[in-house]
């Protein structure tokens, strides 16, 4: 009985100390992270002409830092999963920059995800705090660091797939820019 017990022990300290290098290795790299998810939404998409080409649908992902960076702002990652598009009639998304003159002749309808790179400046973490669908980023910096709060994106990628009518990505510098187009 005693070797039974001690074995359980031995078994309980090595899955505690299992458990402690896992979540330190986690916790070492950053602030901790709450994540927000889904949220169901929409938007218009604007292209380079400056015009609404698609109506947008998909599941927002925010990944909140919970503590500040050393500078005093906040870090969070927008996601956009699970996302649809459907065209609208006019300038195509890449029109004025990648494919000038581009058209959207019909209306037809493709696949799309992406994510925002963002920071805070000028707010505070509020645990509590929700964000109703269909919880825009302006929205979910207000609930969630306040009515002080600035925000900037500083990286993203929506990549928007529609078959034989081509691919679109929109991107910032760092992500490799705008490519491609859509149209039919």
């Known amino acids: 009985m005693r070797a039974s017990i001690k074995r359980l022990l031995m078994l309980a300290v090595g899955v505690v100390a299992a458990g402690i290098l896992v979540g ?4 070492g790299n950053g602030p901790a992270v709450k994540v927000y998810a889904p949220v169901a939404s ?15 649908t ?5 990944k909140a830092q919970t503590s500040p960076n050393a500078d005093g702002t906040y870090s969070f990652t927008e996601e956009f999963k699970s996302g649809t598009f459907t065209t609208v009639v006019g300038a195509s998304p890449g029109g004025c920059e990648t494919n000038p003159g581009g ?4 209306v037809f309808s493709g696949k799309m995800e992406g994510s925002f790179s963002v920071t805070v400046t000028g707010g505070t973490y509020d645990p ?5 669908a269909p919880c825009y980023t302006a929205d979910f910096v207000l609930a969630v660091y306040g009515p002080t709060a600035t925000y900037s994106v ?3 990628l929506l990549h928007y797939s529609a078959g034989k009518n081509g691919e679109w ?9 705008d490519h491609g187009d859509i149209t039919g």
């Open 58 to 62: 998909f599941n927002r992902v925010y």
């Open 24 to 27: 330190g290795a986690v916790a």
């Open 169 to 177: 990505k929109n991107a910032s510098a760092d992500r490799g820019g």
């Open 154 to 156: 500083s990286t993203y």
């Open 103 to 106: 058209q959207i002749s019909s």
């Open 42 to 56: 929409n938007s218009p998409d604007s292209g380079t002409c400056g015009n609404d080409w698609a109506n947008d």
């Open 128 to 132: 509590n705090a929700t964000c109703a």
